[in-house]
């Protein structure tokens, strides 16, 4: 997949070991890259907004990432998300199972 970053893949591998049913179901809309690309740059866009603010990276990383990599052991993903953007992705994922 083009256009994706480190955590783009993280995402994406993700999906896949711990969600293999909502990873292929997309994959097979024609919509997996768009979802994990929109779920990648809302997260860079939280870190780098929250390293902006003083916080070093993996504390950045570790508010973030419950908002971006869906749970493993629910089936429907909670909307926790403080903000628009990723509240709609979190939706989108939500509403496929």
């Known amino acids: 997949m083009k256009g994706l970053n480190s955590l783009g893949w993280q995402i994406h ?9 909502m990873f292929q179901d997309l994959k097979a809309q024609g919509r ?3 979802i994990v690309e929109t779920m ?20 950045a990383w570790e ?4 908002d971006v990599l869906p749970c493993r ?9 403080r903000r628009g953007g990723l509240m ?10």
């Open 13 to 21: 591998d993700h999906l896949k070991k711990y969600r293999p049913k």
């Open 32 to 34: 997996l890259k768009q």
């Open 40 to 59: 990648q740059n809302q997260a860079s866009q939280d870190m780098a907004s929250l390293e902006a603010q003083g916080l070093y990276h993996h504390e």
């Open 63 to 66: 508010i973030v990432k419950d």
């Open 73 to 81: 052991a629910r089936r429907t993903c909670r909307i926790r998300g």
């Open 88 to 97: 709609t992705i979190r939706s989108e994922l939500a509403a496929c199972y």
